[in-house]
């Protein structure tokens, strides 16, 4: 037991946070105590930015410290097409790629019957809303490729099918290093589908 | 005699759950235990040699170690992917009702062969496109006798009388059929005309390729499932999420 209780405190909302246990808390507060002063105020800072400055951008559902967000902004960036992902943390890896220069809308999440979770709890409505009222030639379904990502998927086409909008999937296939031998057979089937010349 | 340390089973992926970064907790239902949890290690990594060999809706051979908790999948060969069901989103969204009944019905550890074996013609079922509202009453019926809650549609369950051919009355309470003077004493059963109570005896007693070739109107399909559907609600006691679902995707 710590009878010190701001050191107490930390270690308990330190232990909340995922995957740090009881004995990682404790350890990353004897840390902090033991660096300046300066250090322990900059990860204050931060966190609290995090809570007070980030919010939801009004345009893409992207989290931002600024309203429309960085890329909504970008006046070279091609709004007629729209990449639509799960999550936020679905887009920096998609930007490293440098190969997209379109725009995004994050759903925050995806449909999951078994959980009730349908299009009402996601921003499928503000997707619509955004297509109908906007020059969009291409929209990417950019969805995880497991059950739930292909379910929105389907349910997304369906929904934009009717605006006679073009629509595209992310393709699927082998990942680098993987294993013939252990694909499953959607994975490889897909893959084979999707050959291209060589 | 010592129980081995790893076995092999044929299983039905019905659900998952993450797990910390990478991993995930399989619920499973196999031919020889019944329902199981399992943790599939680094199945969420892209080059996992488990990856899409244990998705939901996937008809698997798995090779599992005991754990101390939870057993670990080590290996998983897809049997059936289902796939046609999978590219079709009323299909899947019927196969993930029926894998929600499945894992919201039956307890872990408990043998069920002729469930697995049902909840595997099912699937199959689905992915010829057959009519899925058939497919779907045709389970639920097996399925709830498969569990002991097959409903008595023979004779009224309070007076044992045989049913008149005129509207008869569907006691979720009793789980049966209650003719109309019965019906007075109860709360509030559930009407149930002569082409509905016949359809449903037919299913409850042929076997598919039976079942397959009644023509159902519409209007009757739709009473079918209300009865089935309250039925199956009342006994859960709580609402079946994917049934709002299809719904949903009915309407639209």
């Known amino acids: 037991m710590i009878s010190c209780k701001p050191v107490a405190n930390l270690v308990e909302a330190f232990s909340k946070l995922p995957g740090i246990g009881p004995k990682s808390a404790q350890r990353l507060a004897y840390y902090l105590l033991r660096r300046p002063d300066e250090e322990g105020r900059n990860l204050a800072g931060a966190i609290l930015a995090l809570k007070e400055k980030i919010g ?41 790629t440098g190969k997209y220069r379109g725009v995004y809308h994050v759903l925050h999440g995806t449909v999951s019957p078994a959980q009730g979770i349908g299009p009402a709890e996601l921003k499928t409505e503000q997707l619509l809303y955004r297509l109908r009222d906007s020059s969009v030639a291409e929209v990417i379904l950019a969805t995880n490729p497991n059950l739930e990502g292909e379910t929105t998927a389907m349910y997304l086409r369906r929904m934009i099918l009717p605006l006679g909008i073009h629509i595209t999937r992310l393709a699927r296939g082998l990942p680098f290093g993987a294993d013939l031998e252990y694909a499953d057979d959607m994975t490889l089937g897909q893959a084979l589908e999707g050959r291209q010349e060589f | 005699m010592r129980t081995p340390r790893s076995y092999q089973t044929q299983a039905i992926t019905i659900k998952q759950i993450k797990l910390g970064e990478v991993d995930k907790i399989l619920t499973i239902y196999t031919p020889e235990f019944g329902k199981l949890k399992a943790v599939a290690k680094g199945a969420c990594r892209p080059g996992s040699k488990l990856g899409g060999n244990v998705e939901p809706l996937t008809y698997s051979l798995m090779m599992l170690a005991r754990g101390r908790n939870l057993d670990i999948v080590t290996q998983s060969q897809t049997i059936d992917g289902f796939l046609v069901l999978k590219n079709n989103l009323w299909y899947t969204s019927c196969g993930l009702y029926v894998l929600e009944l499945i894992d919201s019905f039956t307890v872990e550890n408990n043998e069920n062969p002729l469930l ?48 008149l051919p005129t509207v008869n009355f569907f006691s979720y309470s009793q789980g049966g059929i209650l003719c109309s003077r019965c019906s007075e004493k109860e709360g509030e059963p559930r009407p149930l005309s002569v082409d509905a109570l016949k359809t449903l005896r037919l299913w409850q007693d042929c076997d598919y390729a039976t079942a397959r070739r009644v023509k159902v109107k519409p209007a009757l399909s739709s009473q079918l499932r209300q009865v089935m559907h309250g039925y199956i609600e009342y006994l859960l006691q709580r609402e079946v999420k994917s049934m709002a679902w299809l719904e949903e995707l009915r309407g639209s």
């Open chain 1, 56 to 96: 939801l951008c009004s345009v893409c559902f992207n989290i931002t410290d600024c309203d429309p967000c960085l890329i909504c902004q970008d006046e070279e960036r091609d709004r007629s097409k729209i990449c639509v992902v799960e999550r936020p943390s679905d887009i920096p890896p998609l930007e490293r």
């Open chain 2, 116 to 163: 697995f074996d049902l909840l595997l013609d099912t699937l199959r079922r689905l992915c010829q496109a057959d009519s899925s509202e058939i497919v779907l009453r045709y389970f639920e019926l097996h399925f709830l006798h498969h569990l002991g809650y097959r409903p008595q549609l023979h004779r009224c369950v309070i007076c044992n009388s045989p049913p």
